[in-house]
């Protein structure tokens, strides 16, 4: 089945200090990878995604590249802001047919930045 | 971009009523909806697929009798939490298809 794996939180910053929150995935066929973002009370937000290997995905500063080889897709930013505290989950849509758009998500990162 | 919404954003209610919140997609039409359930400090969990037109599929474990859903029109689905206890308290949230999955906000379930 499908599962994805990331690095338990929270993770907590200073203001402009670098950021790496780690996913793994498992899937079987070719799965396109997301990564969201949760403010406080609020719904899901895509941050952004990579639908095959290799691809890099980036939006607002924040990057992550699927790696098929180590089956990853690490989240990355270079200076995190105050406003990037939220709760980031790693997902995957599995590219097999009839599951297709079935979202399977992370457990979630909480993450705190400290002016 | 496709929007989401739901509604109501918060709602609480007594133990032993039902609550329904509904799911729209405002500018794009969807045969597809899902819908989630998240506890606090943890994942969402899907409850179900709605589907347009015809009977929502259950993931294992959740009680179609208890949350029933409705998706009469491609853009509107609705949930309802029938005789509704605290353990039904959480954060329930949709999304829609439109190429990709877009969330609505969240509805804040507290039941006394």
């Known amino acids: 089945g499908n599962s994805v794996t990331q690095m338990e939180g929270p993770v907590t910053l200073s203001e402009e200090a670098f950021l790496t929150i780690n996913c793994t995935y498992t899937a079987t066929g070719y799965p396109s990878l997301f990564w969201y973002v949760q403010y406080p009370g609020e719904g899901l937000q895509l941050l952004l995604k990579?639908?095959?290997?290799?691809d890099k995905g980036s939006n607002k500063g924040f990057e992550a590249t699927y790696r098929k080889e180590t089956t990853s897709f690490h989240l990355e930013k270079g200076s995190v802001q105050v406003s990037d505290s939220a709760v980031y989950f790693c997902a995957l849509i599995n590219g097999v047919a009839g599951s297709a758009r079935q979202l399977t998500f992370g457990s979630g990162t909480q993450l705190t930045v400290l002016p | 971009g496709a929007v989401v919404s739901q509604h109501p954003s918060r709602v609480i209610c007594k133990s032993g009523t039902s609550v329904k919140i509904e799911c729209r997609s405002l500018d794009f039409q969807a045969t597809t909806m899902f819908w989630y359930r998240q506890f606090p400090k943890k994942s969402l969990m899907l409850m179900a697929t709605s589907n347009e037109g015809s009977k929502a599929t259950y993931e294992q474990g959740v009680e179609k009798d208890k949350f029933l859903i409705n998706h009469a029109s491609l853009t509107l689905s609705t949930l309802t939490v029938t005789s509704a206890h605290p353990e039904d308290s959480s954060f329930y949230i949709c999304?829609?298809?439109?190429?990709?999955?877009?969330f609505g906000p969240g509805t804040r379930l507290t039941v006394l």
């Open positions: 990579a639908t095959k290997a290799d």
């Open positions: 999304s829609a298809i439109n190429n990709e999955q877009f």
